[in-house]
């Protein structure tokens, strides 16, 4: 079952406007990482965020992180039309198995962002 | 290569058929993943590699799939006897190894979209 629940599900805006998605999670997590996938294409990782952190940036993303509401935004200011993609969180939960740790990544459902020229 | 490559990128069967799907990791990377991408249940996770073993199946489905990693590097993900609910983009992604790199993003490959008739 997914752990994450992203709103808004579909976000259009025009260029220049800021694009706001929201991300809740549920149990504890390491990090929180977002991802973007372009249609037909697989993920590609924005940006993550630890557990002891609150914001983050790189370039025209901002990241924050409440980890008291379990919640997550990403924010992209001055948004471009190739900024068009679906945009999906993943909260990562340090587990062990054979010997070895790992990430395990929890997908949301998602939020398609539209960014119309 | 540079990134994680995936063959094929479209594959259509009929039902009941056999299929495998191909991974090929970026070089150095220990960790696999397998994930599944379908409308209705979002981005599951299916399996994890660390090398060439798999020490966290708990994603997989049912008995009818398979997994395994050579060398460890390519990995092949096989589904026996297919039905129509197997139709979904399969994802891989891999990473450094969580123990030498701790909060290390996936790199995602584009896919196979596989489409049971």
């Known amino acids: 079952s997914q752990q994450g629940e992203e709103d808004p599900q579909a976000l259009s805006i025009q260029e220049g406007e800021n694009a706001t998605m929201n991300c809740s999670y549920k149990?504890?997590?390491?990090?929180l990482q977002w991802y973007r996938q372009n249609s037909g294409r697989g993920l590609v990782h924005l940006i993550l965020i630890r557990s002891n952190e609150r914001e983050k940036h790189s370039g025209r993303l901002r990241v924050t992180l409440d980890t008291s509401k379990k919640s997550s935004s990403l924010l992209i200011t001055a948004s471009r039309a190739a900024d068009t993609a679906s945009y999906f969180c993943a909260t990562a939960l340090d587990l062990n198995a054979g010997g070895t740790s790992y990430g395990k990544l929890t997908f949301g459902q998602g939020t398609i962002l539209t960014v119309h020229p | 290569g540079a990134g994680v490559s995936q063959s094929p990128s479209n594959k259509v069967t009929e039902k009941g058929k056999d299929v495998e799907l191909r991974c090929d990791p970026i070089s150095g990377h220990t960790a696999l993943y397998w994930y599944r991408q379908s409308l209705g249940q979002g981005l599951e996770f299916l399996i994890y590699?660390?090398?060439?073993?798999?020490?966290?199946k708990s994603g997989l489905p049912s008995d009818r799939f398979s997994a395994e990693r050579t060398g460890g590097s390519v990995s092949t993900l096989t589904i026996q006897r297919t039905q129509q609910e197997d139709s979904a983009v399969y994802l891989c992604?891999?990473?450094?190894?969580?123990?030498?790199?701790?909060?290390?993003?996936?790199?995602f490959g584009d896919g196979t979209r596989l489409s049971i008739l």
């Open positions: 992604a891999s990473s450094l190894a969580r123990d030498t790199s701790p909060n290390q993003p996936q790199h």
């Open positions: 590699f660390q090398g060439n073993s798999a020490p966290d």
């Open positions: 149990t504890s997590i390491n990090n």
